[in-house]
């Protein structure tokens, strides 16, 4: 070839081994095979199509462009009725916040409750540290859980926190505690930080954990307006 002419010492390109995997049938049968079962393994689906587990693997990750993922974690399973609820709720505060914008906003009082421990556990970040080759390896001892733990109610609105109140060492939140708490203490620390926002609507927006859906807590709800 070179006494022809030929100067380029590069191979040519070849049509190479004609592909038996990848092909629209099988593209299809492993898409139906997905579709009936989406926990199947590449090992399966290899199988049951009689192909390689490399051309199975092919065959979803490259041409089907399918990835495997672990299903999201949700708290719980909510009914269907609980659900129209969420998005009723949600839709009217959509709507007032459409006609009235920020200030809408600023009339929300948001609070929640949390278990403050007596010792803060250091993360594996943030133990990181440089090792040199010649170094000893660094240890962690864990640490026990103190016994020592107290129930923390913070309320909080679009300018920052307005109460933070901590109950008794032993002791959690009731509907009475709740009660007291949003009567005495809360009035009293929104009438001192914002002022003039007592006088106005204050909308309370809280989880539905037992001691705020309570009677006793409804009807102080229904009192406070």
């Known amino acids: 070839m070179f006494e022809n002419g030929r100067t380029n010492v590069t191979d040519s390109e070849l049509s190479g081994r004609p ?9 299809e049968r492993t898409l139906e095979l997905i579709r009936e079962n989406r926990r199947m393994t590449v090992e399966e689906v290899a199988g049951r199509l009689n192909l390689s587990v490399r ?27 609980r659900k129209r609820k969420r998005l009723d709720i949600c839709s ?14 600023q009339q929300i009082v948001t609070g929640d409750e949390t278990w403050i421990h007596n ?14 080759p ?38 959690t939140v009731t509907s009475a505690t709740y009660c007291d708490i949003l009567k005495r203490e809360l009035k009293q620390a929104i009438r001192s930080k914002r002022r003039g926002k007592v006088s106005k609507e204050i909308l309370l927006l809280h989880d539905n954990a037992h001691f705020h ?4 807590t409804l009807e102080t709800l229904k009192q406070l307006k």
């Open 92 to 105: 009217q505060h959509l709507a007032r916040y459409r006609e009235e914008g920020g200030k809408y906003l």
């Open 19 to 27: 592909a038996t995997a990848t092909t629209t049938r099988n593209d």
């Open 55 to 81: 051309s199975a693997y092919s065959l979803i990750h490259d041409s089907l462009k399918f990835s495997k993922v672990c299903a999201r974690w949700v708290p719980k399973e909510l009914a269907e009725e």
């Open 134 to 171: 010649s170094s000893p390896v660094a240890k962690k001892f864990k640490m026990q859980p103190s016994a020592g733990k107290l129930m923390l109610t913070v309320f909080w609105d679009s300018q920052g926190p307005n109460l933070e109140t901590y109950q008794e060492s032993g002791t």
């Open 213 to 216: 859906t309570e009677a006793h």
């Open 119 to 132: 010792y803060e556990p250091e993360s594996k970040r943030q133990s990181l540290q440089w090792k040199h």
